[in-house]
């Protein structure tokens, strides 16, 4: 188990709004973030059929709008695979390893009519921005360069060297985005980062249950990947007024039953799982704190706790998900065949192999024939996050600094990023996003009405600065306390 103090570093203090570190929102700022979401950069699984001109409109936007960014001497931007951005911010010490901000240009298709406001106006509204891109992933575009032109405009000039990617193609997997410029770094002799930021795991507000302060999950991890397609066509065939007593759709129907009986199982207790709930126990009421610190004896318990609401149930488990399901050619033949298609995201501490081999067993027809499609990919590498692992205390600190009492927990991230394109330039990878949710909240993401409180914008743009200001120390130690030099 990972040697870690759990006791939340308190002494952070959160940086007061009038404070000259604390980038104020003016209507320009909050603005640039409702013509943003203007520019309909959607990706569709079909790549061909997104509108790449949007993309061009959205760089030309962003260089009109952030000036000193486009034309300090210290800035170069490089345009990579025609849409996608790579800034290269140079800081004033060679001896910095540099480190790399990653977002996303692009956004997830709408479906206008179940949406209250139009999806692509940025319209505000009670102190929310809505539309599309509001939560992923303009918010950190725009908030990655408010912050370094604000730096910029201030002659506050880094100190540590940066790079800026933004993918123009996260959404249906980076392959012509950060897979690029990933290689272009490569080319360009850029072998090795500090620590990689990109988006995530949100703040959440009143969905971990007995905890009355909001928790920001820092992933360290990203789940795998497995899509197996099963077949069924080894039973008889022919007219449907003489059937067989069993047909290829009803002997798959069962396999599919057996695989969503028999979820695959838990592995709560990992070093993360106890990390994260060694820190979350202390902020706990004290009865629960004692189940929770004594998972030797309540682990079964609590495991079955969390799998009885399907969010935090898909924390401790490769999930099992039954996508498709084909069979059949006319209404009274039966069918030559039945296929299936079943999704697993996989837990870190499992691999593709060794899911397969459960799926097998689970369903124990020889029959069935199963075949892993393309789109499978192992777990990611856990990241560092212990004490001396720079890159997820300078994300902690940041994040206590602008959003005051939050809970900060390591966490491991279910749905996928561009994280992966980087994976050979350090092991420093984490997936977080200054976004603050409600459970309500968690359904605009990817869904309809997508929108962020003009406050919480505020404090992205700020979460960023801070990133950048706390990346310009060579360790940590002494940063912690905010009025020391930051
Ligand atoms: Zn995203």
Redesign the pocket.
């Known amino acids: 188990m990972v040697i870690l103090s759990t006791e939340q570093p308190q002494h952070v203090q959160q940086v007061p709004s009038i404070n000259t570190d604390f980038i104020q929102a003016d209507d320009h700022l909050i603005g640039r973030l409702q013509n943003a979401v203007q520019f309909q950069t959607i990706s569709y699984t079909d790549y061909f059929r997104s509108n790449k001109s949007e993309l061009i409109r959205f760089r030309e936007f962003l260089s009109k709008e952030y000036p000193l960014i486009h034309s300090s001497v210290l800035v170069s931007l490089e345009v990579i695979n025609e849409y996608s951005l790579l800034y290269t911010v140079k800081g004033s010490s060679s001896h910095l390893t540099p480190y790399l901000l990653c977002a ?1 240009l692009d956004v997830v298709p709408v479906e206008e009519s179940m949406w209250s406001v139009p999806p692509f106006q940025g319209i505000e509204d009670d102190g929310f921005i809505y539309g599309r891109g509001t939560m ?2 303009k918010q950190s575009v725009l908030g990655i360069l408010e912050a370094l032109e604000f730096r910029l405009k201030q002659n506050d000039l880094p100190k540590r060297s940066l790079y800026i990617a933004f993918g123009h193609d ?2 249906i997997g980076g392959k012509k985005g950060a897979h690029y410029i990933a290689e272009h770094l490569k080319k360009k002799g850029v072998t090795e980062v500090e620590f990689l930021l990109d ?1 995530g795991t949100m703040i959440l507000h009143g969905i971990v249950p007995f905890l009355n302060k909001p928790v920001a999950m820092v992933s360290i991890a990203e789940k795998g990947s497995l899509t197996v397609e099963l077949t069924m066509d080894s039973a008889p065939t022919g007219h449907s007024s003489i059937p067989p007593k069993e047909t290829n759709i009803g002997a798959l129907a069962k396999a599919i039953c057996r695989l969503e009986g028999c979820p695959l199982p838990s592995q709560f207790g990992s070093d993360v799982d106890k990390v994260m709930y060694q820190i979350l126990s202390v902020e706990m009421p004290v009865a629960v704190r004692f189940f929770v610190t004594n998972l030797w004896l309540f682990g079964p318990l609590l495991s079955w706790f969390i799998s009885r609401n399907p969010e935090t149930d898909s924390l401790i488990r490769t999930t099992t998900a039954v996508t498709m399901f084909n069979g059949g050619i006319k209404t009274n033949v039966i069918a030559p065949n039945a296929k299936a298609i079943v999704n697993h995201r996989i837990h870190p501490l499992q691999s593709v192999q060794e899911i397969l081999e459960l799926d097998k067993k689970i369903v124990n027809d020889k029959r069935i024939k199963f075949n892993i499609l393309g789109e499978s990919f192992e777990p990611s590498r856990q990241s560092p996050y212990d004490e001396s692992a720079f890159g997820y205390q300078l994300i902690s600190t940041s994040i206590k600094q602008v959003f005051g009492q939050v809970v900060v927990v390591p966490a491991t991230m279910m749905a996928n990023t561009d994280t992966r394109h980087y994976s050979n330039l350090t092991q420093n990878i984490y997936r977080f996003c200054p976004t603050e949710v409600t459970r309500k909240d968690l359904a605009r993401f990817h869904g309809n009405d997508e929108r962020i409180s003009i406050l919480n914008y505020r404090k992205t743009v700020n979460f960023y600065y801070h990133v950048m200001l706390n990346a310009d120390v060579v360790s940590l130690k002494g940063t912690h306390d905010h009025s020391h030099e930051l």
Do not use: I
């Open positions: 996303h992923d992933d996260e959404e988006e």
